[in-house]
């Protein structure tokens, strides 16, 4: 698994602090993604 980002003091992806990571790699491409530089399996 690559990770494409991870925050250990996380304020707003969740209730409270909290730790939030991000994997990378999506095959799905949505057309309203917030996050494309995370497609690339390569990536990360
Ligand atoms: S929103 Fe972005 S990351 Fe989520 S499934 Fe769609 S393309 Fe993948």
């Known amino acids: 698994m ?3 980002g991870l925050n250990k ?3 707003t992806d969740g209730g ?3 730790v939030s990571l991000w994997v990378q790699g ?3 491409h ?3 993604c ?3 530089e995370t ?3 390569e990536g990360g």
């Open 2 to 4: 690559r990770l494409a």
């Open 9 to 11: 003091n996380d304020f």
């Open 16 to 18: 409270g602090v909290c």
């Open 26 to 28: 999506c095959p799905h």
């Open 30 to 32: 949505c057309p309203e």
């Open 34 to 36: 917030f996050n494309p």
């Open 39 to 41: 497609w690339d399996f």
